[in-house]
C-alpha cells in the first residue's frame, strides 16, 4: 500500500541551527502538507502545497520556515534559527483531492 | 479565527463500554474528518463526513454530521482494547475562504481490560 514516509524520524539539533525535515509524498498525490504537533497536544496545520506553490499557511508559518520540493518526489520544511519551542513531532501529508490526508510517520524534532 | 473543540478531553472505559466524542466548531463546517491517533503514532484517517445530518457507520463505529454542519459526533460501541488512541475530527471551511483543515483538540480514550 502506497504511504508517505518521512526522515529523519528523529531529529536532534542545537537551538539556532536550521533543520531540513524531509518527505515523500504519496507518488499521485497532488496536495502536500505540514502539520505540527507538540507533545500531548493537537495537530496543527503549517502549510499547504500546491502546483508548486505555498496554497496556504498558517498563522505559525512565518519567515522561520519555508518549503520546497525540489525535485519530481521530495518535499521538505525547512526551520531556520530553531527555537526551543520549535520541539514537537511534524508529520506530512499529502492527498490525491481536498479530501483524505494520508499522513507520514512524522519527525521528532528535539531542539536542545 | 476558526476553532474547533472536542469533549471530553480523556475518558477511561471499561472494556465493552460504549464511549462517545463530540466536536464542535466555531463555523459552519464545508465537510468534516475524523482521525485516529495510536500513542506514538501518527494520525490515520477513519472517515469523511460532507451532507448535513449524514450518518456513516464503519463497524462498531458510528459518525455523526450535525444538522448545521457545525457538529459532529464519533460513537464506539462496545469498545476494545485496539480502540485506544485520541480522536481527532478535522474539519473544513471554505466559506472562510480556506481549504485547510483545521485539527480539535482531541480526545484520548482509554480502554480498561
Known amino acids: 500500500e502506497p504511504e508517505v514516509t518521512q526522515t529523519p524520524s528523529h531529529q536532534v539539533t542545537q537551538m539556532g541551527q536550521e533543520v531540513i525535515l524531509r518527505c515523500v509524498p504519496i507518488?499521485?498525490?497532488?496536495?502536500f502538507y505540514w502539520y505540527r504537533q507538540i507533545l500531548g497536544q493537537k495537530v496543527e496545520f503549517l502549510v499547504s502545497f500546491y502546483n508548486n506553490e505555498i496554497s496556504e499557511k498558517s498563522e505559525i508559518f512565518d519567515d522561520q520556515f519555508s518549503v520546497e520540493r525540489p525535485d519530481g518526489s521530495n518535499f521538505t520544511l525547512k526551520i531556520r534559527s530553531t527555537k526551543l519551542e520549535d520541539s514537537a513531532m511534524y508529520f506530512c501529508?499529502?492527498?490525491?483531492?481536498?479530501?483524505?490526508?494520508?499522513f507520514g510517520q512524522g519527525t521528532r524534532l528535539t531542539v536542545v | 479565527g476558526q476553532q474547533v473543540m472536542q469533549i471530553p478531553q480523556y475518558q477511561h472505559v471499561q472494556e465493552g463500554e460504549d464511549f462517545t466524542t463530540y466536536c464542535n466548531s466555531s463555523t459552519t463546517l464545508s465537510n468534516i474528518q475524523w482521525y485516529k491517533q495510536r500513542p506514538g503514532g501518527h494520525p490515520v484517517f477513519l472517515i469523511q463526513?460532507?451532507?448535513?445530518?449524514e450518518v456513516k457507520k464503519q463497524k462498531r463505529l458510528t459518525f455523526q454530521f450535525g444538522e448545521a454542519k457545525k457538529n459532529s459526533s464519533l460513537h464506539i460501541t462496545a469498545t476494545q482494547t485496539t480502540d485506544v488512541g485520541t480522536y481527532f475530527c478535522?474539519?473544513?471551511?471554505?466559506?472562510?475562504?480556506?481549504?485547510?483543515?483545521?485539527f480539535g483538540t482531541g480526545t484520548r480514550l482509554k480502554v480498561l481490560a
Open positions: 478535522a474539519g473544513q471551511s471554505w466559506a472562510s475562504g480556506t481549504y485547510k483543515y483545521i
Open positions: 501529508a499529502s492527498s490525491e483531492q481536498v479530501t483524505e490526508a494520508f
Open positions: 507518488s499521485n498525490h497532488l496536495y
Open positions: 463526513l460532507v451532507k448535513s445530518g
